[in-house]
C-alpha cells in the first residue's frame, strides 16, 4: 500500500475540511487513482446530515500516486478536526504575514509506532530566509475492504424539483437570524424559480423569498416527464435549522450550489467546487427531512 | 371586527436602519408596548417595576404612515404630553423578535448584543452633535456589518391590521433580491407604568453631549453594581432650602458620577464649562443612586442619540432623555427627530 502526493491547492482542501468538520468528529477519506471522496456518514451526527463527495484528484493534489491490493483505493477514517489543524499552518501562513512561507507540501502514508499516519511534509521558507521542514503526522485508521464495501451511499426518490442557490453567505446570514427563533426550517421550491426559507412558531411566521432563480437540468439526455408538471407547484422540505447551518459552513467553498426537494425524505444540496466551466468537485449533502415537522 | 376595514396602521421605509437604530435603544426587555397615534408610534418597554423606557418615532420618518383609528369615537384616548387629547391604538409585541426581523438581511446595523464595546465607540465620531447627515453621519449612529450595506438600503412595510392580528413586516433589500415576510404575534398591551414624572419637581437639570455621557458610561466596569449622582448648586457653600443632611464633599462637585461594587469604585467630576455641559441647573445639593445595570440598559440608546438630558425629580426619579440625530435627509426639520426617554427610580437607602 503506497500513497503518495503533493498538495498544491492547500487552501481548497483546508476549505473542504473546514466545511465538513462540523458536521462530525471523525470522517472517512476514500483515495483513488482518480478521485477523493470524503464522507460523513456517521449516524450519530447533527440530525442525521450525510455528505458525500467526490473531488477530482488534479483539483487539489499533483505528482499523485496511489498503489493498493483493493484495485488501488486505500479508505481511511480519521479526525477531521486533526486534519484541518495539520492543513491550517500552511494555508494561514500564504494568506497572512505567519512566521514561514510554505512551499511544498507532500502528503504520504506512513506508519509511526505501528499506527498509520496520514504524514504532511512541509517544506517552507522562515522570515528570514532560512528553511524549515515542519511536519504533521494525523492518526488514521486504514479501513478494510469489506468495511469499505459497506459504506453506501444514501438512497433517494426522484426529487421534486431542483433549484440554484443564491449565494451561500446571503441564505447565512437570514437563517442565523431564524436560528433563535425556530428549530425547524421550511424550505420550499417550485419548478419556476422560488424558493421560500420560512419558519413558524408561536410568536412569528417568518418567509423569506428568492424569485427568478434558475432550475437547473441535471441530465440533459433525460427524457421529458410524461406527465404535465405544475411548474408554481411549491414543494416542501423540513430540516433541523442547526444541520442547515451546519451546511451553509460551505459557504467557504461554493461558487454553485444545487438544492433537490425529495419531499418527504430529505433535502440534497449540491455543492460545486470550482467554476462551472471546470467543475473540480462536488460535495453532496443529505439532510433528512423532519416529517413531523410544522 | 368589520373585516372591511382599511388597516389600523400602515407605514413604510426605504431605509429601516433609522427606525431599528431607535428600536434597538429601548430592547431590553422582550416584550414592548407600542401605541400608534397620528403623530407616530411610541414603543414603552419596562423592567423590574424600576425603569421604563419610551421611544418616540414620529410618524414623518416614515416615507408613509397611514394610521386609521380602529373605533372613531370611542373611550379610547389617551393624554399626550402637550395635555392634547387624540386617539390611539396599542398592542404589545416581542421586541426581540421584531429586532431580528428587521436585521434578517444582516443589514438593520451591528448586533444587538456587541453594542457595548468600547471599540465600538472610539470609531463614533466625537462631533456628534452636529446636525448633518451625510454618510458619515449616518454611519455614527448605525453601524453596518459590511462596507457595501450604507449604500444598499433596506426598505420595510408595516402593517397591523386591527387587534388580535399578526404585525406584518415586508422587509426587500432591492428589487431583484429577495423579500421577507414576517408575521409577528401582537398581544393585548398591559397597562405601563407611569412613573409620572412631575417637571415641577425637578431639582437637577442638566442638557449635554451624548457623547459626555456616553463616554462617561463606558469607562465604567460592567461589574459595578451602584452609581450614584452628585450634584451641587454651582458656587453656593450651603443650601437654606433643606434642612436634610447632605453628602458633602470637599471639592463641591458640580456634577460626580460615581460608582462603586465590591472590586472597586470610579468618580468622574464634569467641569462647570459650557462646552461641556449645554445648560445646568442645580436647585439644590443632589445625590442619589441606581442600580448600575439599570443605567447600563440606556447604554445603546445613548449611543445612537446626540444629545442627552439628565433630570432629577426630588424623589431621586431619574428621567434620561436621548435626542437622536433627524434621520437621513430631513436635517432640516427638527420635529422629525425621533427620541428615546428613560426612567428610573432611585435606590431607596440613598434616598434623602
Avoid at chain 1, 459552513?249 to 466551466?277: D, F
Avoid at chain 2, 431580528?100 to 457595548?116: E, Q, R
Avoid at chain 2, 432591492?174 to 415641577?200: A, H, K, Q, W
Wanted: net charge negative; with cysteine; charged share 25%.
Amino acid at each position: 500500500m503506497r500513497f503518495r502526493a503533493t498538495v498544491e491547492s492547500v487552501s481548497v482542501f483546508y476549505k473542504i475540511t473546514q466545511s465538513v468538520e462540523k458536521l462530525q468528529k471523525r470522517f472517512i477519506l476514500k483515495f483513488t487513482p482518480e478521485h477523493l471522496h470524503i464522507i460523513c456518514n456517521h449516524e450519530a451526527n447533527e440530525g442525521g446530515t450525510q455528505v458525500w463527495s467526490l473531488i477530482k484528484v488534479e483539483s487539489i493534489f499533483t505528482d499523485y500516486r496511489i498503489q493498493s491490493n483493493s484495485d488501488n483505493e486505500i479508505t481511511m477514517a480519521l479526525s477531521s478536526e486533526a486534519l484541518l489543524a495539520a492543513l491550517r499552518s500552511p494555508t494561514a501562513s500564504s494568506v497572512s504575514s505567519s512566521s514561514y512561507q510554505a512551499e511544498d507540501i507532500v502528503m504520504k502514508l506512513a506508519k509511526k509506532n505501528d499506527r498509520a499516519v496520514l504524514r504532511f511534509d512541509i517544506i517552507a521558507t522562515t522570515a528570514v530566509g532560512r528553511r524549515a521542514k515542519v511536519s504533521h503526522d494525523v492518526v488514521v485508521d486504514v479501513l478494510k475492504p469489506h468495511e469499505v464495501a459497506k459504506l453506501s451511499e444514501p438512497l433517494c426518490p426522484d426529487p421534486n424539483t431542483h433549484i440554484l442557490l443564491p449565494p451561500l453567505h446571503k441564505i447565512r446570514t437570514i437563517v442565523e437570524k431564524l436560528r433563535p427563533m425556530s428549530d425547524i426550517l421550511a424550505f420550499r421550491a417550485n419548478n419556476n424559480g422560488t424558493l421560500q426559507l420560512a419558519i413558524r412558531t408561536e410568536t412569528a411566521n417568518v418567509q423569506t423569498e428568492w424569485k427568478n432563480l434558475t432550475n437547473p437540468k441535471l441530465n440533459d439526455d433525460e427524457p421529458p416527464p410524461e406527465e404535465e408538471i405544475d411548474m408554481d407547484k411549491i414543494f416542501t422540505v423540513h430540516v433541523s435549522i442547526r444541520s442547515f447551518l451546519k451546511f451553509l459552513n460551505c459557504h467557504v467553498i461554493s461558487k454553485t450550489t444545487i438544492a433537490c426537494i425529495c419531499e418527504n425524505h430529505c433535502l440534497m444540496l449540491y455543492v460545486y467546487i470550482g467554476g462551472h466551466a471546470d467543475v473540480g468537485g462536488v460535495l453532496t449533502f443529505y439532510i433528512p427531512a423532519i416529517i413531523d415537522g410544522d | 371586527m368589520p373585516t372591511e376595514q382599511p388597516p389600523v396602521l400602515t407605514a413604510s421605509v426605504h431605509d429601516l436602519r433609522y427606525v431599528a437604530a431607535i428600536l434597538r435603544g429601548v430592547n431590553f426587555h422582550n416584550r414592548a408596548t407600542v401605541t400608534v397615534t397620528k403623530q407616530g408610534l411610541t414603543v414603552k418597554v419596562e423592567e423590574a417595576r424600576t425603569i421604563t423606557a419610551a421611544a418616540w418615532i414620529f410618524a414623518d420618518i416614515f416615507d408613509e404612515f397611514i394610521y386609521n383609528p380602529e373605533t372613531p369615537t370611542d373611550d379610547d384616548f389617551m393624554r399626550t404630553t402637550q395635555d392634547q387629547e387624540i386617539e390611539s391604538s396599542s398592542f404589545e409585541m416581542p421586541l426581540n423578535t421584531v429586532l431580528d426581523c428587521l436585521n434578517i438581511f444582516g443589514t438593520a446595523a451591528s448586533s444587538t448584543g456587541t453594542g457595548v464595546g468600547k471599540k465600538g465607540w472610539k470609531k463614533q465620531n466625537q462631533d456628534s452633535d452636529r446636525e448633518s447627515g451625510d454618510e458619515e453621519a449616518g454611519g455614527n449612529r448605525v453601524e453596518p456589518l459590511n462596507p457595501n450595506a450604507s449604500e444598499k438600503h433596506t426598505g420595510m412595510r408595516l402593517t397591523y391590521m386591527s387587534p388580535g392580528y399578526p404585525l406584518t413586516l415586508l422587509i426587500a433589500e432591492d428589487v431583484v433580491g429577495p423579500t421577507t415576510t414576517c408575521e409577528i404575534s401582537t398581544y393585548e398591551p398591559e397597562p405601563y407604568l407611569d412613573f409620572g414624572f412631575d417637571p415641577e419637581k425637578v431639582v437637577l437639570r442638566i442638557i449635554l453631549k451624548s457623547s459626555w455621557f456616553r463616554d462617561a458610561l463606558s469607562e465604567l466596569d460592567p461589574s459595578y453594581d451602584k452609581l450614584t449622582f452628585i450634584s451641587n448648586p454651582p458656587e453656593m457653600s450651603d443650601n437654606p432650602m433643606t434642612g436634610k443632611s447632605r453628602r458633602r464633599n470637599p471639592t463641591k462637585p458640580i456634577l460626580r458620577i460615581k460608582a462603586g461594587g465590591n472590586f472597586g469604585s470610579t468618580e468622574m467630576d464634569y467641569p462647570n464649562d459650557r462646552d461641556v455641559l449645554e445648560s445646568f441647573e442645580c436647585m439644590q445639593s443632589v445625590s442619589f443612586s441606581y442600580r448600575f445595570s439599570h443605567i447600563a440598559k440606556s447604554l445603546r440608546a445613548v449611543q445612537s442619540s446626540t444629545k442627552t438630558s439628565l433630570r432629577i425629580d426630588n424623589d431621586g426619579l431619574l428621567s434620561l432623555q436621548f435626542m437622536m440625530p433627524p434621520p437621513k435627509g430631513k436635517e432640516n426639520n427638527a420635529e422629525s427627530s425621533a427620541f428615546i426617554d428613560f426612567q428610573c427610580l432611585a435606590l431607596d437607602d440613598e434616598i434623602i
